[in-house]
């Protein structure tokens, strides 16, 4: 049986939720300026305040493919890459992202998570408010920072969200 929930406002899960969600678009600015640091195009980074990691195929320049591990991880073993991660956490700070913490990070620290074969699937509003279905008691595991509400007001408010991003 299908579970709706909506996040409950003025909880620490909302707040850092919604800090996360006004924090993510600065992070166009770091793809921009480490692309600009390394003179490629980067528009693929793990968005990670404490280690660098791109998508090392978007690199055509011998000398920074040289920089980064095949998975992506700067390499620190050089000058120009430790150079390169001051130049990185300089800009994380800059953009006022070094409190950043990915989504998924904040979910686990709350609760708000499926275990195996559970299925859970949620969206963002405009508000950024967060509204969940789930086959499992979302409000019960997280301790009350969900609240529970019908399918009929989830799909509405989905059907609602839809037609303001037309």
């Given at each position: 049986?299908?579970?709706?929930?909506?996040?409950?406002?003025?909880?620490?899960?909302?707040?850092?939720?919604?800090?996360?969600?006004?924090?993510?678009?600065?992070?166009?600015?770091?793809?921009?300026?480490?692309?600009?640091?390394?003179?490629e195009n980067i528009t693929e980074m793990?968005?990670?305040?404490?280690?660098?990691?791109?998508?090392?195929?978007?690199?055509?320049?011998?000398?920074?493919?040289?920089?980064?591990?095949?998975?992506?991880?700067?390499?620190?073993?050089?000058?120009?890459?430790?150079?390169?991660?001051?130049?990185?956490?300089?800009?994380?700070?800059?953009?006022?992202?070094?409190?950043?913490?990915?989504?998924?990070?904040?979910?686990?620290?709350y609760g708000v998570m499926m275990l195996?074969?559970?299925?859970?699937?949620?969206?963002?509003?405009?508000?950024?408010?967060?509204?969940?279905?789930?086959?499992?008691?979302?409000?019960?595991?997280?301790?009350?920072?969900?609240?529970?509400?019908?399918?009929?007001?989830?799909?509405?408010?989905?059907?609602?969200?839809?037609?303001?991003?037309?």
């Amino acid at each position: 049986m299908k579970q709706c929930f909506k996040i409950k406002r003025g909880t620490n899960y909302d707040k850092a939720i919604k800090k996360h969600l006004e924090q993510r678009p600065l992070w166009k600015n770091v793809f921009a300026k480490i692309g600009a640091l390394l003179n490629e195009n980067i528009t693929e980074m793990a968005l990670v305040v404490d280690e660098l990691w791109i998508n090392t195929n978007q690199l055509t320049r011998d000398e920074n493919k040289k920089l980064f591990n095949k998975n992506g991880k700067l390499k620190s073993n050089t000058k120009r890459a430790r150079e390169i991660m001051d130049a990185y956490k300089k800009i994380i700070a800059d953009e006022g992202l070094t409190d950043f913490q990915g989504l998924q990070t904040i979910n686990f620290m709350y609760g708000v998570m499926m275990l195996q074969g559970q299925h859970l699937e949620s969206f963002v509003t405009s508000e950024n408010d967060i509204y969940y279905k789930t086959d499992f008691n979302l409000e019960e595991r997280t301790k009350g920072l969900v609240e529970s509400i019908t399918e009929i007001e989830y799909e509405e408010k989905y059907l609602e969200e839809l037609k303001k991003r037309k």
